[in-house]
């Protein structure tokens, strides 16, 4: 479906001693199972390399993004009648961004998260984390130990694992019989149609179309019984799956007609892809040509945003600190250190407001209002705040 020729992890982040190293590249390369209809990255890299201690990737440092996970848990608490009496799991919890809200509410609950760093964190807020990868035997060890969940969530997840049946099967095992596994991803017809190539990334095993999920959580034991479209990661879908075994949950009609509108779409030939490699190609030039028009003219032109996305766009059209020096980012584990590959320098974002630059390429594209609010308290005032993506565009002038 796309190549992106080769580029380091994009969460592989470099201090000022590994920037004197080598990088190791892996082909960035995205295929299509016609059998079905899985889309998926090659797998050069295990999982432990990528997910290593030096994660840097900490979802609280989005306002945005806490909100969001406070706004699920209060849905969940009501609509499933969730207590004391009742217990959580979040696959993948990160930092506590989201168990947080559970916790708060004087519901039991445990987070499964592998990377160090991230686990650390949760663990300052009082919660409990079993700090593994997710896998069958993992779920058995829980369940030995009475820790099945009358709810279950795994948010932005679902694509970061290399082995989705066993992640699916070990998700159901882990359920009670009148348990609720809710997950979110982002939806790969918007990811095709809206040209997000940039969410393409070697984190990213799969990228998933709803009728495929159905039928792999189908394979696993279990039955998705609703599925909402969100506007999280420029457009994902809330997909809500109980046992197969179970009667508690009648099926939303809107799970036969997202499929069916996936059908009606073309998902499931070859054609609905076939653009998207040139689409990408096209979103490289223009940005290339922007940049060095901009330098040309004298412009300053900096970046917002450490984030995987950037890193896919900067490295697949070779921008360098010569023509984006430097990259702003909230977070304090990311300051200080270099942009994989393209090995521009991260700094905080009042020092981007102190370079008074003309234009700012805002990379996380699904978080510009909350850049730009946050640019303007900081003081950032004549630039432009500009996206590549789907092509290059002037979003807000402060």
Not at 183 to 211: A, I, M, N
Request: aromatic share 10%; hydrophobic share 40%.
């Amino acid at each position: 479906m796309l190549d992106l020729g080769a580029s380091p992890p994009s969460n592989a982040y470099l201090t000022k001693l590994t920037l004197r190293r080598p990088e190791k590249y892996f082909p960035l390369r995205v295929f299509i199972c016609e059998n079905c209809w899985l889309v998926q990255a090659e797998a050069y890299s295990r999982a432990a390399e990528l997910f290593n201690e030096e994660y840097a990737y900490f979802s609280s440092f989005s306002s945005e993004w806490v909100t969001h996970a406070d706004n699920l848990v209060a849905s969940a608490v009501e609509r499933y009648r969730l207590d004391g009496n009742s217990h959580v799991i979040e696959i993948a919890s990160n930092d506590g961004y989201l168990l947080q809200h559970v916790a708060k509410r004087g519901i039991p609950c445990l987070g499964i998260e592998p990377t160090a760093s991230t686990a650390a964190v949760a663990r300052q807020k009082g919660l409990e984390v079993v700090q593994e990868f997710l896998s069958m035997d993992l779920a058995h060890q829980l369940e030995q130990q009475g820790r099945r969940a009358d709810y279950m969530v795994a948010i932005n997840v679902l694509a970061h694992v290399p082995e989705i049946n066993d992640f699916v099967k070990a998700c159901a095992h882990l359920l009670k019989p009148h348990g609720v596994f809710t997950c979110e991803f982002p939806h790969l017809y918007r990811l095709v149609t809206e040209k997000q190539f940039d969410t393409v990334y070697h984190e990213h095993f799969s990228y998933l179309s709803f009728l495929t999920t159905v039928e792999i959580f189908a394979k696993a034991g279990l039955t998705v019984f609703d599925v909402e479209e969100i506007g999280t990661h420029g457009g994902s879908l809330r997909v809500s799956a109980c046992r197969s075994d179970s009667t508690e949950h009648s099926v939303n009609p809107r799970v036969e007609q997202l499929m069916g509108r996936e059908r009606e779409a073309g998902m499931f030939s070859r054609a609905f892809y076939n653009g998207l490699q040139t689409a990408a190609e096209t979103i490289k030039d223009e940005l290339l040509l922007f940049l060095v028009n901009a330098k040309k003219s004298g412009e300053k032109v900096l970046g917002y945003g450490a984030a995987a996305k950037g890193n896919t766009l900067l490295n697949f059209a070779g921008v360098k600190p010569d023509l984006l020096p430097m990259v702003a980012d909230k977070s304090t584990f990311k300051q200080g250190r270099y942009l994989p590959g393209s090995r521009i320098p991260i700094v905080a974002p009042a020092d981007l407001v102190r370079a008074k630059p003309t234009k700012v390429i805002v990379f996380p594209w699904n978080l510009r209002d909350e850049v730009a609010k946050e640019l303007r308290t900081l003081g950032l005032r004549n630039c432009d705040l500009v996206t590549a993506i789907p092509h290059i565009e002037t979003y807000s002038r402060l």
